[in-house]
T-cell receptor, first 113, second 109 residues
């Protein structure tokens, strides 16, 4: 069974702090994704990566960066946290190939005060 | 026009009822289709993939209509534990996933 693990379930940070969200998957998936989910807005793609050191901007990359130094690990970085980045952050992975579903981590609920 | 459109509900149904959700997608190049279940404050979990010929998993049946560009999910004999939000997800070109906003289901005793 695919396991996607996010390092923190709940996180509280102050405005202006640099925040790191870590995600690790154990199924050798090529694709990894970071989404945020907000009430009424659904899931929105922040960044995705289709290979080590490769990254592509999603729909809302502003204020975020990512790092993929190893295939199994995809990190999301909030350079300077702001209150409008308070959200549920979901990491996901999938195999290359059109029929492969997304597998989600259990989410990080980030509050920026 | 949104890539994926879903009736948000809420659907409130009695135990034992049959309920159906539909989801439409706008891009005919979409390749694969999925239904996810999401419980409150939890991550989405894959419920089932949707195949062209339709597929069934116990009380759940998924269907795809490529001509009309919609997918459906039918839940028979609803249980209290089926209460959740159901998301349809459409995949295009391998790493492009598009999400519906989710349909909320509450099964009432």
């Amino acid at each position: 069974d695919v396991k996607v693990t996010q390092s923190s379930r709940y996180l509280v940070k102050r405005t202006g702090e640099k925040v790191f969200l870590e995600c690790v998957q154990d199924m050798d998936h090529e694709n990894m994704f970071w989404y945020r989910q907000d009430p009424g807005l659904g899931l929105r793609l922040i960044y995705f990566s289709y290979d080590v050191k490769m990254k592509e901007k999603g729909d809302i990359p502003e204020g975020y960066s990512v790092s993929r130094e190893k295939k199994e690990r995809f990190s999301l970085i909030l350079e300077s946290a702001s209150t409008n980045q308070t959200s549920m952050y979901l990491c996901a992975s999938s195999n290359r190939g059109g029929n492969s579903p997304l597998h989600f981590g259990n989410g990080t609920r980030l509050t920026v005060t | 026009r949104k890539e994926v459109e879903q009736d948000p509900g809420p659907f409130n149904v009695p135990e034992g009822a049959t309920v159906a959700f539909n989801c439409t997608y706008s891009n005919s190049a979409s390749q694969s289709f999925f239904w996810y279940r999401q419980d409150c404050r939890k991550e989405p979990k894959l419920l089932m993939s949707v195949y062209s010929s339709g597929n069934e998993d116990g009380r759940f049946t998924a269907q795809l209509n490529r001509a009309s560009q919609y997918i459906s999910l039918l839940i028979r004999d609803s249980k209290l534990s089926d209460s959740a939000t159901y998301l349809c997800v459409v995949n295009r070109a391998g790493n492009q996933f598009y999400f519906g906003t989710g349909t909320s289901l509450t099964v009432i005793p």
